[in-house]
T-cell receptor, first 116, second 113 residues
Framework: AQKVTQAQTEISVVEKEDVTLDCVYE???????LFWYKQPPSGELVFLIR??????QNEISGRYSWNFQKSTSSFNFTITASQVVDSAVYFC?????????????FGSGTQLTVLP | KAGVTQTPRYLIKTRGQQVTLSCSPI?????VSWYQQTPGQGLQFLFE???????NKGNFPGRFSGRQFSNSRSEMNVSTLELGDSALYLC????????????FGPGTRLLVL
């Protein structure tokens, strides 16, 4: 069975601080996909990044960066120089590598509050 | 391209009633998945439809059902509503390939009284 753990329930930082959101996953599959989504108060899940299990290269997109380490089954997300608009709930998710089992298994989410 | 749309956005029902929620996927997408989000259980997968066929189903009772039409629009139905069915129901669309990104709609907030 697949499992995603986001141990940080809530994080509060002051604007311009860097913040890292942790994600640890469990799966027996050799092919799998990892995702991060952002959920603002409006409720819609906004896609941020997708990674497959064969690509451990870290990625940077503006102030966002992701660190994927298969050795520790982790896929952590860092926001550099946080802004108030980054306040939201962030979800890490995992899916299997077969079309018949595409459902996303989500972590419990991390509520990030960025204070001005 | 227009995003995923869901109707209605808000709904209030009473116990025992039934409800139908609608989801229109992104143009060209053939897969629609439904998720339930509650404070206690988090985000849980309900089912996925691909080319009008249910391809996968989560661990929910038979009161939860769905269907998909030839234009890929999908509906989900919950019969005999219970208080615990109060939740945000999210649908997501994609082309239907393994590991592909799913794009979510704004959700329908259902309150059961």
């Amino acid at each position: 069975a697949q499992k995603v753990t986001q141990a940080q329930t809530e994080i509060s930082v002051v604007e311009k601080e860097d913040v890292t959101l942790d994600c640890v996953y469990e799966t027996r599959d050799t092919t799998y996909y990892l995702f991060w989504y952002k959920q603002p108060p409006s409720g819609e899940l906004v896609f941020l990044i997708r990674r497959n299990s064969f690509d451990e290269q870290n990625e940077i997109s503006g102030r966002y960066s992701w660190n994927f380490q298969k050795s520790t089954s982790s896929f952590n997300f860092t926001i550099t120089a946080s802004q108030v608009v980054d306040s939201a709930v962030y979800f890490c998710a995992l899916s299997e590598g077969v079309a018949s089992a595409r459902q996303l298994t989500f972590g419990s989410g991390t509520q990030l509050t960025v204070l001005p | 391209k227009a995003g995923v749309t869901q109707t209605p956005r808000y709904l209030i029902k009473t116990r025992g009633q039934q409800v139908t929620l609608s989801c229109s996927p992104i143009s060209g997408h053939r897969s629609v998945s439904w998720y339930q989000q509650t404070p206690g259980q988090g985000l849980q997968f309900l089912f996925e439809y691909f080319s009008e066929t249910q391809r996968n189903k989560g661990n929910f009772p038979g009161r939860f059902s769905g269907r998909q039409f030839s234009n890929s629009r999908s509906e989900m139905n919950v019969s005999t509503l219970e208080l615990g069915d109060s939740a945000l129901y999210l649908c997501a669309s994609s082309y239907g390939l393994a590991g592909e990104t799913q794009y979510f709609g704004p959700g329908t907030r259902l309150l059961v009284l």
